[in-house]
């Protein structure tokens, strides 16, 4: 027998969709079973196999709960927006139990349990206006998802919430030092604009109101699957208090799942040798072994290479070459031999401290020549 060397699962009730994958496992495994329990070795086990009705049966369940599981697992991804998914999954999954339930009569009963309790849970979804505000902001829904898929009074409710909420953001979106990089971005883009073009009529890009750039967004398609973080890092500048919107509800998680898998393995952590571990601790512990466990290594000069690291030192030397001294001075106590060749190893970034020195000190000969970058040398600044 052809077949991957796989174990049967158990159904454990702290596991989500655990009673879909022990079935799904055991209808894979269907062959490797039955031969397994009709052999001569282990008769007394025979009773508790299965016929074809009952097989059948099974499927029929494993087709049912396939729903929910492909539910869960879209609103469970770690690194993806799952909030905006939420109020169109619900209906999509109620769909597909109606759907059954009229192709498989004899599991009618079974299917109106679970449509019955996910009406519950849509009516507390729906009574918090987050869910609304993240359906509208997902690019692939607007509010032609209300108009299709609810009354028309639920439909306005859900537009006039969400222009209540741009109205909100718009009286705080003032142009002020700490204003969203896209705003400044406009902002200087109108400035060029009224000088090339002055007397010349409006730019396009001029401050249009809230009712006017909600009508421009729900004007655009919805058709299809959208990446909403590849649309709105596009869309930035043309719908700026939506934007600012959509920056507040894309990060909120629909479930509890990616936390569960980052703390699941709290009681290795906590021991009876390390039961005063305080909670912030622990929080962080958690995280930084989930991050290694995902292959992300723990750097404080991730994404520093030499221009940048130039650029911050050339935009200081003037202002404090007290302190660019005292840098370089920390950097020559705490050198390393240099290995020599390309300071860099063609990589971009300085494989030692003394191949860092070397380099900054020769961009600033005049700050050096002045005195004020004296280095000095490891025994002196021991002492």
């Given amino acids: 027998m052809d077949m991957a060397i796989l174990?049967?699962?158990?159904?454990?009730?702290?596991?989500?969709?655990?009673?879909?994958?022990?079935?799904?496992?055991?209808?894979?495994?269907?062959?490797?079973?039955?031969?397994?329990?009709?052999?001569?070795?282990?008769?007394?086990?025979?009773?508790?196999?299965?016929?074809?009705?009952e097989w059948k049966a099974l499927e029929v369940f494993h087709e049912i709960l396939q729903v929910p599981h492909a539910f869960q697992q879209l609103l469970s991804s770690e690194s993806t927006p799952t909030l905006i998914s939420v109020l169109p999954a619900f209906e999509a999954m109620k769909l597909r139990w109606q759907e059954q339930q009229a192709k498989v009569s004899n599991a009618a009963g079974i299917i109106q349990q679970g449509l019955d309790k996910l009406e519950d849970y849509r009516d507390r979804n729906r009574s918090c206006n987050a869910y609304t505000l993240a359906t509208v902001i997902n690019p692939a829904c607007k509010l032609e998802w209300?108009?299709?898929?609810?009354?028309?009074?639920?439909?306005?409710?859900?537009?006039?919430?969400?222009?209540?909420?741009?109205?909100?953001?718009?009286?705080?979106?003032?142009?002020?030092?700490?204003?969203?990089?896209?705003?400044?971005?406009?902002?200087?883009?109108?400035?060029?604009?009224?000088?090339?073009?002055?007397?010349?009529?409006?730019?396009?890009l001029a401050e249009r109101s809230v009712e006017q750039e909600w009508y421009a967004?729900?004007?655009?398609?919805?058709?299809?699957?959208?990446?909403?973080?590849?649309?709105?890092?596009?869309?930035?500048?043309?719908?700026?208090?939506?934007?600012?919107?959509?920056?507040?509800?894309?990060?909120?998680?629909?479930?509890?799942?990616?936390?569960?898998?980052?703390?699941?393995?709290?009681?290795?952590?906590?021991?009876?040798?390390?039961?005063k571990i305080g909670g912030e601790l622990m929080e962080a512990l958690q995280i930084l072994k989930f991050r290694f466990k995902q292959g992300h290594s723990l750097s404080f000069t991730h994404g520093l290479d030499i221009g940048e690291e130039l650029k911050n030192l050339e935009s200081r030397a003037e202002e404090s070459p007290e302190e660019i001294s005292s840098y370089l001075a920390s950097l020559k106590y705490t050198a390393k031999s240099s290995t020599g060749g390309d300071q860099t190893g063609g990589t971009g970034k300085f494989l030692d401290d003394n191949a860092r020195i070397r380099h900054v000190s020769t961009r600033f000969p005049p700050y050096f020549a002045s005195g004020h970058g004296a280095i000095p040398d490891a025994d002196e600044s021991q002492a």
Avoid at 146 to 160: C, D, G, L, Y
Avoid at 177 to 190: D, E, K
Avoid at 229 to 234: C, G, H, L, P, S
Wanted: a positive charge; charged letters at 20%; glycine letters at 4%.
């Fill in 7 to 53: 174990q049967l699962l158990k159904d454990v009730e702290t596991r989500w969709s655990s009673t879909y994958l022990m079935i799904d496992r055991a209808i894979l495994l269907r062959e490797a079973i039955e031969q397994f329990l009709y052999g001569s070795e282990f008769a007394e086990l025979r009773k508790y196999s299965m016929n074809n009705e």
């Fill in 146 to 204: 209300f108009e299709q898929n609810t009354s028309p009074a639920e439909a306005a409710a859900a537009k006039n919430l969400f222009l209540a909420e741009m109205h909100k953001y718009k009286s705080k979106m003032a142009p002020s030092a700490s204003a969203p990089a896209a705003a400044v971005i406009q902002t200087q883009q109108q400035k060029a604009y009224d000088i090339l073009f002055k007397g010349k009529g409006k730019s396009p």
């Fill in 217 to 275: 967004y729900i004007a655009g398609p919805t058709d299809g699957f959208v990446d909403a973080i590849t649309y709105w890092k596009a869309s930035q500048t043309r719908f700026l208090t939506i934007y600012a919107i959509a920056m507040n509800i894309l990060p909120i998680q629909a479930s509890a799942v990616p936390c569960e898998r980052v703390f699941s393995s709290g009681k290795i952590t906590v021991t009876d040798r390390r039961n």
